[in-house]
């Protein structure tokens, strides 16, 4: 791209008033997870490798515009590690979870498992609809975009952490 790299492009986007979604399509490499988390934060729904086969790339591209995020398996691994070996929690972040009621935070947490809204409502007892609803305040409350957002935010803010 011409006078932009991936990235910056995606944070442009990202700032825009549009509903946008953005999926990187990447070759990755060892070298890149620093890339990949200035990429969430970057406002990144979903990263997808280029050798992925094309149903994969149409099954990516249903997934974020249904507001989900998503990250290729080889992808997923390099997160969390790169999580797991992340410095303290950001105490910006750490403070703004008091925005959030305690229901909001127990959910958070629960997103960033992994688990979906069906498993969520199961773990705690609520309705589907009544999750999806934590879920999208929770979001508004803290400036996120997505899921993945969310995720990334429930790990830098010390919410959650790798193995617990």
Not at 14 to 20: E, G, M, N
Not at 47 to 52: D, E, G, I, S, W
Not at 133 to 147: C, F, I, P
Request: proline share 5%.
């Amino acid at each position: 791209m011409p006078g932009v790299d991936g990235l910056e492009a995606a944070r442009r986007l990202a700032a825009t008033d549009l509903p946008t979604r953005i999926i990187v399509l990447t070759t990755f490499d060892e070298d890149e997870d620093e890339y990949v988390a200035a990429a969430l934060r970057a406002g990144v729904s979903g990263f997808l490798l280029k050798v992925a086969p094309p149903e994969d790339l149409v099954a990516a591209v249903h997934t974020v515009a249904a507001g989900q995020g998503l990250l290729d398996p080889a992808v997923t691994l390099r997160v969390i590690e790169h999580f797991a070996a992340a410095p303290a929690p950001d105490p910006e972040r750490t403070g703004a979870l008091a925005q959030l009621t305690e229901r909001e935070t127990d959910v958070l947490a629960l997103v960033a498992t992994g688990l979906t809204n069906a498993e969520i409502a199961a773990r705690l007892y609520l309705g589907e609809a009544t999750v999806k609803t934590h879920v999208s305040r929770l979001l508004l409350e803290l400036g996120l975009r997505d899921r993945v957002q969310a995720v990334a935010f429930a790990y830098e803010s010390g919410l959650v952490t790798p193995g617990r």
